[in-house]
């Protein structure tokens, strides 16, 4: 599956991030290269409006959490939206793990966030 990306500015200092299909090993450096662009411009606030994404993986995860980092070192905001209930299942997954290490590979944490976004289905 592939990934579109589209990036729109709602007001000044205001970005939404439109992903759309699968964000995984394959697809994640499409979303970095636009995050690294739109990090550049000092954006205020980053919006992921999730909607027409279907998958993520912990490489996605890592993207969306390289945005949370820099806004919030640089006094800003990221939010999610319209995030459909696998997804939000990834992310309460990840929100619940202990700080300890869980997984022995990324693999292995792959293997794992795709079976429970597919027993949603």
Same mark, same amino acid.
């Given at each position: 599956? &592939? /990934?579109?990306?589209?990036? %729109?500015?709602?007001?000044? +200092?205001?970005?939404?991030?439109?992903?759309?299909?699968?964000?995984?090993?394959?697809?994640? +450096?499409?979303?970095? @290269?636009?995050? @690294?662009?739109?990090? %550049? &411009? &000092?954006?205020?606030?980053?919006?992921?409006?999730?909607? *027409?994404?279907?998958?993520?993986?912990?490489? +996605?995860?890592?993207?969306? /959490?390289?945005? *949370?980092?820099?806004?919030?070192? $640089? +006094?800003?905001?990221?939010?999610?939206?319209?995030?459909?209930?696998?997804?939000?299942?990834?992310?309460?997954?990840?929100?619940?793990?202990?700080?300890?290490?869980?997984? $022995? &590979?990324?693999?292995? /944490?792959?293997?794992?966030?795709?079976?429970?976004?597919?027993?949603?289905?």
């Amino acid at each position: 599956m &592939s /990934l579109t990306v589209r990036v %729109k500015e709602r007001q000044i +200092g205001t970005f939404v991030i439109y992903p759309a299909g699968s964000l995984d090993s394959n697809t994640y +450096g499409i979303l970095e @290269d636009r995050v @690294d662009m739109l990090l %550049k &411009s &000092s954006p205020k606030i980053v919006v992921f409006d999730l909607e *027409q994404l279907d998958y993520i993986s912990s490489a +996605g995860l890592r993207v969306m /959490l390289k945005v *949370q980092k820099h806004m919030k070192n $640089t +006094g800003g905001k990221m939010m999610v939206v319209n995030s459909k209930p696998s997804i939000q299942k990834v992310f309460d997954i990840v929100a619940a793990l202990p700080s300890q290490r869980v997984f $022995t &590979s990324v693999k292995e /944490l792959d293997d794992y966030l795709d079976a429970m976004q597919h027993k949603e289905e």
